[in-house]
C-alpha cells in the first residue's frame, strides 16, 4: 500500500526539482515552497512565515481559521539562533525557539526552516499532517525538499544580488563615461557664460530633471549667484543669488529640501528663495568651505527616483565644473594680462616714437605742435591742448579737437572759433597741486567746470568731453623751481576714445615730464637769443647821436640814407650783407680819403638804414636831410612797414 503513496511523492519531488531549478525571486520561491511542501507531505494545517523587519509576518495560511491575516512573530534572539543550530526540519524542541503562546495558537508539531546562507529567510509550521504522524519517510522527504528550496532561495538571493552589483556596475560606467566625456567639454570651453549653460545642461540631462540650477559662490560678496538655470518644460530664466549665513559646512553634502530644512535654515539667509527654484534636493559643493551649489527638482519620468550613485555623479561634475571654471579664470586672467602688456608695450613704442618727434624739434611751437598730434594720432586723445605761460598767464599755444563757443569773439585776425591764444589761467587762479608740480585729474564728464577756472569754460567749447587732466610742464630741479616757482605751462587733456584709464593718466604725466626739460631748454636759449641779438634800431640811435655830436664839435659830415626791402624765403644770402657789400664798392677811395670809415648798415621795420661818409650814388636809396637832430630824425615821416 505504501508504494503508490512513495512514487506519488517522489513525482511530486522531481516536480519540485524542476521547478526550484528555474529562476524566480525569494518571493515567489517561499510562496511556491508553501504549496509544494503541503502537496507533498499532505500537511493538515500550515502557515508560512516570511522575515520582514523585526518580526516574522503571516505570508500564507491553510487550514488557520482562529489565526488572523496580519498574526505576526517576533524576531528574538532565539529565532535568529534557528538557522545556525537547526539546519533540518524539526518534530520538537519548538520551545527553544518559539514564545509558548505561538506554539499553543498555532499547534505546531512540524517546522521547515526557509534559510539563505545562514540568515533564517522564514519558515512554515504545521499542526501535523493528513495521518497525525510524521514516519522517517516523511522527515527524509520534508529535509529533502527543506535544503532543495533553501538552495534555490540561496541562488535567487545571490542571483540578485549579482544582478544589483551589475546594475550598480553599469551605473557606475556610464557615470564614469558621463564624467569622462562632460569633462572633456566643460575643460575645452574658455567662456564663463558657455561653461555655466554647459555645466547646467549636464546636470539636466543625467539626472533628467525638470528644473535644475546651478550656483557660483561669488569670492568678492560672499552670495550664491545663480549662474545656470534650465527648465524642461518652459522657457524660463532664473536671475537671482542667494544669501549665505556661513560659507563654512560640516555636514551631509545632499540635502532634501523638507527633511533637511533645520540644516537649510542654517545655510541661507531666506532658505524660501529655493522654492523659486523648484528645488527638491539641494547638492552642495565643498572644498574646505561651501563654494556652489546644484539644485535638483522632481524627474521628468515620475517613476524614476534620485539615488546614491546619482548624487555622487552629480558632485564628481559639479568638481569638474568648479575646475574648468578655475581654468577659464585662469585662462581670462591671462589673457587680460597679455592684452595689457600688448597694450603697455605699443604705449611705449609710441612714447618712444613721441620723444623721438620732440626731440627733433627746433621750438617750442614745433614741441607743442608733434605733442598734441602724437597723442592724437598714437594715443586716442582727441581733445586736447597746450598753454605755455606768458607773464603772468597762461596762453593756449597749441590745440587740437578743440574750439570756441559760437558767440565767443575772435581774438585780433585770428578766425571765429579760433582757440590759439586765448587765455586758460593766470598765475593767481592755479591750484596748489599744480604749484607742487602734481598732476591734477578728474575722471567725469564735467570735470573741465570743476577744474578750470570759470572765464576758460566760458568760451571753451569742450563738447564731448569726458575728463580733464591738466598735467604741469615743469622741470624737477629746486635750483629752477627756487628761481621761478611757476610751471612753464600745461598740457590740459578734455576727451579720450573711452573712459579715462588710471595708466592713461600716468602716461600724460609721463609725456608732460619728458618735454618739460626740453621745453625749459628752449626758452632759455631763446632768451639768451634775445638777450645777444643786437637791436638794430637801439644801435643806429647810438651811431647817430655819436655822428651828431662828431658833426658839432669838429664839424665830420655824414649821410643818412634808408631803404625798404624785402628778403626773398629762398635767399642764400643775407640782403644786409649784400647792400653792404655795394656800398662798400660805391664809397671806394673817397670813402678811405675820409677818413677810412665804411658804411654802417641797420636793418629793422622792413628798411635799411645806412650811415655813410660820402653821398650813395645808387637811386633806390633815399637821403634823411633830417640828421643832425635826433628828434628831428625821430620824425621824419618815412613810411613803416
Known amino acids: 500500500m505504501e508504494h503508490p503513496s512513495m512514487s506519488y511523492r517522489f513525482e511530486g519531488l522531481l516536480h519540485a526539482i524542476e521547478f526550484f531549478t528555474q529562476r524566480f525571486d525569494t518571493e515567489q520561491l517561499s510562496q511556491y515552497s508553501f504549496e509544494f511542501v503541503n502537496e507533498i507531505l499532505t500537511l493538515n494545517a500550515s502557515a508560512l512565515f516570511i522575515h520582514d523587519g523585526y518580526k516574522f509576518v503571516l505570508r500564507q495560511k491553510r487550514l488557520y481559521p482562529h489565526i488572523p491575516a496580519d498574526y505576526a512573530i517576533a524576531d528574538t534572539a532565539s529565532m535568529k539562533q534557528l538557522a545556525l543550530f537547526r539546519g533540518h526540519t524539526m518534530t520538537r524542541g519548538f520551545e527553544h525557539f518559539l514564545e509558548p503562546g505561538d506554539i499553543a495558537r498555532l499547534q505546531v508539531k512540524w517546522l521547515m526552516p526557509l534559510m539563505i546562507s545562514d540568515k533564517l529567510h522564514g519558515f512554515i509550521v504545521s499542526n501535523g499532517n493528513i495521518a497525525d504522524n510524521f514516519s522517517s519517510s516523511d522527515l527524509v522527504m520534508s529535509n529533502t525538499l527543506m535544503r532543495l528550496i533553501n538552495n534555490s532561495l540561496e541562488n535567487s538571493f545571490h542571483l540578485a544580488q549579482l544582478q544589483a ?10 557615470n564614469l563615461f558621463a564624467i569622462n566625456q562632460s569633462t572633456k567639454v566643460l575643460l575645452s570651453e574658455m567662456s564663463l557664460s558657455r561653461l555655466y549653460a554647459i555645466a547646467t545642461d549636464v546636470f539636466s540631462e543625467v539626472t533628467s530633471s525638470q528644473v535644475t540650477a546651478f550656483g557660483i559662490v561669488d569670492p568678492l560678496s560672499g552670495r550664491l ?4 538655470f534650465r527648465n524642461v518644460l518652459a522657457y524660463t530664466q532664473y536671475h537671482g543669488a542667494l544669501e549665505l549665513r556661513t560659507a563654512e559646512y560640516a555636514g551631509p553634502i545632499v540635502l532634501h529640501m523638507e527633511r533637511d530644512r533645520d540644516r537649510l535654515d542654517a545655510l541661507f539667509v531666506n532658505p524660501e528663495q529655493l522654492r523659486e527654484l523648484d528645488a527638491e534636493y539641494i547638492i552642495l559643493i565643498l572644498q574646505q568651505q561651501i563654494m556652489g551649489i546644484v539644485t535638483l527638482s522632481k524627474p521628468v519620468n515620475d517613476e524614476r527616483s534620485y539615488d546614491d550613485a546619482t548624487f555622487e555623479l552629480i558632485e564628481s561634475l559639479a568638481n569638474s565644473s568648479l575646475i574648468a571654471l578655475s581654468n577659464a579664470n585662469l585662462f581670462a586672467e591671462a589673457n587680460r594680462q597679455r592684452t595689457s602688456a600688448e ?11 613721441l620723444v623721438s618727434n620732440v626731440n627733433e624739434s627746433g621750438t617750442p611751437e614745433e614741441l607743442c605742435y ?19 605761460r606768458q607773464g603772468d598767464a597762461y596762453l593756449v599755444a597749441e590745440q587740437i579737437g578743440l574750439s570756441c563757443r559760437p558767440d565767443t569773439p575772435p581774438i585780433g585776425s585770428s578766425a571765429p572759433g579760433e582757440a590759439k591764444g586765448r587765455l586758460v589761467m593766470r598765475l593767481d587762479e592755479l591750484h596748489p597741486s599744480l604749484l607742487d608740480r602734481q598732476l591734477l585729474c578728474d575722471y567725469t564728464s564735467r570735470g573741465a567746470e570743476r577744474i578750470l577756472p570759470l572765464h576758460t569754460t566760458d568760451w571753451l567749447d569742450a563738447g564731448s568731453a569726458n575728463c580733464c587732466v591738466i598735467a604741469p610742464l615743469a622741470v624737477s630741479s629746486e635750483r629752477i623751481r627756487r ?25 600724460l604725466d609721463t609725456v608732460a615730464k619728458n618735454i618739460s626739460p626740453i621745453l625749459h631748454q628752449m626758452l632759455t636759449v631763446q632768451a639768451a637769443q634775445k638777450r645777444l641779438k643786437r637791436d638794430d634800431q637801439a644801435a643806429l640811435l647810438e651811431a647817430l647821436e655819436q655822428r651828431i655830436v662828431e658833426w658839432s664839435s669838429y664839424q665830420l659830415d655824414y649821410y643818412v640814407f634808408y631803404k625798404p626791402y624785402r628778403q626773398s624765403p629762398f635767399a642764400q644770402t643775407s640782403p644786409v650783407e ?26 629793422f621795420d622792413g ?8 653821398p650813395v650814388l645808387d637811386g633806390s636809396w633815399t637821403e634823411i636831410p633830417a640828421k643832425h637832430r635826433l628828434d628831428e630824425f625821430l620824425a621824419y615821416p618815412y613810411p613803416h612797414c
Open 165 to 174: 552589483s551589475n546594475t550598480k556596475l553599469d551605473q557606475k560606467n556610464f
Open 607 to 614: 628798411h635799411l638804414f645806412a650811415i655813410t661818409y660820402a
Open 370 to 388: 608733434f605733442t598734441v598730434k602724437t597723442l592724437r594720432l598714437a594715443f586716442g586723445v582727441r581733445q586736447a591742448l597746450i598753454c605755455l
Open 225 to 228: 549667484q545663480i549662474t545656470g
Open 343 to 353: 597694450k603697455k608695450l605699443r604705449l611705449l613704442q609710441n612714447l618712444n616714437r
Open 483 to 507: 628761481e621761478d616757482p611757476y610751471p612753464l605751462g600745461f598740457l590740459i587733456v578734455l576727451e579720450t576714445e573711452g573712459s579715462l584709464l588710471e595708466e592713461e593718466t600716468l602716461l
Open 578 to 603: 649784400h647792400e653792404l657789400s655795394m656800398l662798400g664798392q660805391q664809397a671806394g677811395e673817397d670813402n678811405f680819403a675820409r677818413g677810412g670809415r665804411m658804411p654802417e648798415l641797420y636793418a
